[in-house]
């Protein structure tokens, strides 16, 4: 891929563009990365002007088709444990402790959790690994982290539970010991990382589905919906809220905006993280 | 459960049940599913409700949902209207009856809706619903229709557009005019309005924005000596706005006419400037004059700028003109380059063969 | 040290024009699409004015007005709403949202910038 040269208020014009219809965030040094792509889609387009481009993604895409052209050229599928690790470090330090803190006031020692798109479960092994680490005597709660994914070849890979060095390279090494175990040359989760997990299969767009899934404390769906289109997501996001229980935590990926779908969830600040939460009042 | 059942369900006491029986009346599709969405909607509480009852609106055909979208358009409840014009837009070409019927609303509210619909439909009569609003007497129902002007198949339009760009209407009003003609203008409407503005030093500044972005676009070569002079004395704050035009209108005439010189005044600027897109802008432009010396020794320091933005920039004006030596630079930079976008730049630049 | 306004208007234009006069009189400006964002972007950037418009999508400006003042450490926020709309009720509404100042616009450069120097410099009610 060459590069073309967006001048800086172009960039700032593109990253707009692909927050509105995505809820997609680049920071604005984010310059090449973008650039690079841009030309790639005017390669495509037969465009010479960067201009001209823009005109269309603003202008002349109602059916958004190029930007998703343009969404899958800039969003990455890599999945690795302990990805995002800011997101999680607000999960770990604030909202889980928060959850769990309010549901044993309330007398309520259970916690649920759903891992939605889990892919091949290096997500939903991360937060067992954290959610254990976090609160140890959670092994005395009915505690469950529901992992769901769509691609039956990816569950089996969450179901075997054995990852490449790739996959662990950003688990701390005393996660290693305790939640892993060498297979070859590779390293496969324990009983203990497992304990708590349930994973099977599920659509995302399937209705019925989705609305059995009820009572969550957590919903993770990062780096998901991205690809979906506009009225998939907000269905999406309708049923994640319906899932959660009141004061539970929706987290799509660190760059994609609750708030561009729904308006229904509450924003919070957690450190040096947004989050979004589920209105604690029943309405 | 029959959709008379589920009329009655929205109004559980349970949100979740609310939010599906929407969802369900929606997925019925059928127009007697309309008014009891409707009357919910106006009376719900709860922001996620609401939302889903929108979204099942949208998915019933017909002209009833028009109907009903338009009325809610005159809610007290701004949350509401905005959500009715979401439902219109989504109608696309059906909905264009009852936009003839907004634009011709007594209310200027209810017509600058209308504009606000417009804005995201596809329809063959985009630019004669848009004659109508340029024509309108009230100045945000204007302005909303400049601001969707983006392409223009009639000279009537462009002159329309023109008009207002030359007027004394309110300053808001003249600017969306003339960054309307930054995307739809041609050499002539450039003209005319450089003879209103007819050097950028005596431009009111608050015009000063929209007539540079139209010299970026629409300028000609002998604006580059214009943009080179008035970019020594203007304000700061312009000064990114500037380098833009100069780097747009670069890509239109090329650079061939520049003379070496222009170079003494960017380098000049350039330790000062603490903007970082001020920063990038000038150096990506000094890329122009990679092979004067002094240019060129400027940009091979700033590839070890501690600013990441610095280093693009260098990067990508050195790339203009590939020397050896700036090749061995990159080079070096390579081994030392942590941040994986800079990383990229450099390889890419590498690759490009002599 | 300049002031620090964010402007949340769901037009590009109106954002962008609101921003020059502001940057020429000194001020940083930081902006937002509507109302979501607004929020999002208020929580992380330190701000000494908010400038809302009403009629956005996602969020309004009542909404976002409203959720900004049911955050405790944004009680003396000034929030200014500038919008087409004129009538007596919109201005009502906005008072009982929160805001501290209704302008219509299009206004001129004179009248917002006093607007906000004379919000931002009234004591804390």
Redesign the interface.
Known sequence: ???V?L???QHG?LR?LI??QLGLSFD??????LS?RVAARMECLSLD?P?DYL?RL???D?SGTEMQALANLITTNETYMFREYEQLEAFANACLPEVIARKEAQGNRSLRIWSAGCSSGEEVYTLAMIVQEVFPTIVDWDAQIVATDIDEQRLGMAIAGVYGERSVRYVPPEYLDRYFTRQGGDWRVTKRARSMVSIQSLNLND?SQM?KM?AFDFVFCRNVLIYFDD?SR??AV?HF??ALNPAGFLFLGHSE?V??I???F??R?MGEQ?VYMKPGE?? | MSLEETFLQLSSVDECDRIYAAEDIGLAGRREGVDPLIQRVLQEPSQAVREAIFGALAQIPGDTVIERAAQLLSSDDPGIRNQAVGLLQSRGSAAVPELRRLLAAADQDLRKFGVDVLSRIETPEIEDLLEIALADNDVNVVIAALENVSQCHSPALRQRVLRHALSDAHPMLVVAAIEALGRIGDTECYRQIRQKFQTLEATPALYLHSVLKLLGTNGETGDLLELRNYLTICEPNLRAAVLDAFRNLLVRVGAASIPDVWWQDLLARLPETTSLAERYQTLVLLGHFGHCEQVFEMLIAYMQSPDKVDRLGAIEALSKNLLVNARCTMRSRLQLESDPEVRQALEDALRVKQ | MSRTVLIVDDSEFVRNYHSAILREANFHVITAGDGMEGLERLFTNRCDLVLTDINMQHMDGYEFTRRVRAERQYQQLPIVIISTESKTNDRKKGFEAGANLYIVKPCSPEVMLETLKMVMNTPPS
């Open positions: 891929m060459s590069s040269q001048s800086f208020e014009r707009r927050y509105d604005n040094q984010k310059i090449y990365f690079k002007d201009a005109m603003a202008y002349n109602r209705r609305r009820r009225a907000k269905a309708d809220y319906n905006s708030g561009r729904s308006s229904a509450r924003l600040r947004l029943v309405l």
